[in-house]
């Protein structure tokens, strides 16, 4: 097995920084890619709390000026990761979200705070950390896009490069003036076969038209954003670069989401008796200020509250979730009316509905632990990872037919045009009328305990983990680092 070296560039990585799904990729797959022969190093900005966790790293390079103040290069390690730490205080050393400022509005030099990390990622692609030589830089979404434009223009021998797309509706886009402020050849990066995007630039399209391999997150995503609808703008260059485009589903670390093992559930549990997921009902029951019931179906949701998530209409599906005896258990934050709204429904229906605001990783493990449905009603779905953790805990998922949501789950009514088991439900078309259809079905089929438990047990049987998947990039890495051989 060839040894690679890969080089991963990511804006936020778990355990240290989250967001959303691409720390969990970004902190995961590091990890289960050692067992392919791979060798990764992940480079991240210096954020506070990534400052104050690697109090340890070494320091590999100082610049007086970089990129308009002092900067340096950091190494170190955080649980089993790699890293490489971009430490510029003046474009990272600012509170709360990496993105956005306090009040939620994106921080206005965000395209120069990206820059400096593609920037420095395409330097060490070059050689500047001899210990580390990449064979292969892999770029995650806009913020990294760059990585593959500065070592195209930079000229000369130069690694592979990947760009893996999270989600097509983040595309970093900004003036054109930009491009030269950011060390760009202006003349040639803005142009329609480089940075250009209708008048302005985007760093997501640099990365699709400029990086010698693309990858998403799931198979049928991959087909999606092909279309103009699904390509949000970019969907002919996806289609003129096809030939180099793939979807490869995420896993999750089947460590951090263990029912039986996990730190953050109230009582722990296993596929060989599920026993115990009634008493984390109860938990989150009382976390939520709902009724204690048995009965009740429990709907979970963990969620970005957006349009993207489908989150508008399951507050028109509320009347049937009332309607038909269920209870919802909502943790998200996101659009500010629908954070009103839902708070709003949860004021007029106490002991049915409870919603708490914002984000809370423990919350989020005991929703999966103690719900008996997980809810995603997502409009586009790249790939997914709350259902992925749904069938690892025992909450059946109800999701809708879109990216990787059609790849993970199986739906009860396949069970006989397939060979895989039935994990969940799906519907489509993304309508409130095909989601409160759904809605009932699962209901129906919660109070069919031998089916229920049939559910359950087949997603805690499904492989949601890295290990497979993983070898899919190794093989990826593998054969681009060919083909530039040739």
């Known amino acids: 097995m060839t040894p690679v070296r890969v080089l991963a560039v990511a804006s936020e990585v778990y355990p240290i920084v989250k967001t959303g799904g691409l720390a969990d990729v970004a902190g995961a797959l590091p990890l289960a890619l050692k067992a392919h022969g791979v060798e990764m190093r992940t480079l991240m900005p210096g954020y506070p709390d990534v400052m104050r966790m690697l109090g340890g790293a070494g320091e590999i390079r100082r610049w007086p000026d970089y990129f308009g103040g002092p900067g340096r290069l950091l190494a170190g390690s955080h649980d089993g990761l790699d890293l490489f730490v971009l430490d510029v205080p003046h474009l990272y050393a600012r509170p ?24 420095i990622a395409a330097d060490i692609g070059h050689g500047l950390v001899p210990a580390f030589v990449p ?16 070592l195209h223009y930079d000229g000369g021998p130069r690694p592979g490069t990947v760009m893996t797309i999270h989600n097509m509706a983040y595309q970093g886009k900004f003036d054109r003036t930009l491009t030269s402020a950011i060390g760009l050849p202006a003349a040639a990066a803005f142009d329609v076969h480089g940075l250009e995007y209708f008048g302005g630039i985007s760093f997501l399209k640099a990365g699709l038209q400029l990086a010698d391999r693309i990858t998403t997150v799931s198979p049928t995503y991959a087909q999606e954003i092909q279309s103009d609808e699904g390509g949000m703008g970019l969907g002919g260059l996806l289609r003129e670069r096809a030939d180099v485009l793939s979807g490869i589903l995420n896993g999750i670390d089947t460590d951090v989401w263990n029912p039986q093992t996990d730190p953050h559930i109230a009582y722990r549990f296993g596929a060989e008796d ?10 989150l029951q009382q976390q939520f200020s709902l009724d204690s019931s048995d009965e009740a179906p429990l709907l979970g949701v963990i969620s970005r509250l957006s349009w993207q998530k489908g989150l508008d209409l399951l507050l028109e599906a509320i009347p049937t979730i009332l309607g038909d005896g269920m209870q919802l258990a909502l943790l998200g934050s996101g659009d500010r009316d629908l954070q009103d709204r839902y708070q709003a429904v949860a004021r007029a229906n106490p002991g049915r509905i409870g919603v708490v605001i914002g984000y ?11 719900s008996d449905a997980l809810i995603v009603p997502s409009r586009f779905e790249p790939c997914g990872l ?7 805990y025992g909450a059946v998922p109800i999701v809708s037919r879109v990216g990787g949501l059609e790849d993970t789950i199986v739906d009860i009514g396949e069970a006989n045009t397939s060979d895989r088991d039935p994990t969940g439900f799906k519907f ?21 305990k031998a089916t229920w438990r049939r559910l359950q047990l087949s997603g805690l049987a499904t492989d949601v983990s890295w290990r497979n998947r993983a ?14 051989r040739t």
């Open 471 to 484: 070898g899919d990039y190794a093989v990826l890495y593998r054969d681009l680092m060919a083909a530039r």
């Open 360 to 370: 809370d990783e423990i919350l989020a493990h005991l929703i999966q632990a103690g």
């Open 428 to 448: 489509a078309p993304v309508t409130v009328e095909a989601l409160t259809g759904t809605l009932r079905k699962a209901n129906t089929a919660f109070h069919n």
């Open 386 to 392: 709350t259902q992925l953790y749904a069938l690892r």
């Open 274 to 283: 599920l026993t115990f997921r009634a008493a984390n009902k109860a938990v």
């Open 135 to 150: 064979d292969v830089v892999h770029a995650h979404d806009w913020q990294a896009g760059l990585a593959p434009a500065y």
């Open 96 to 119: 709360g979200n990496p993105y956005v400022t306090p009040e939620g509005v994106d921080w206005p030099d965000n395209g120069v705070r990206f820059a400096a990390l593609s920037r």
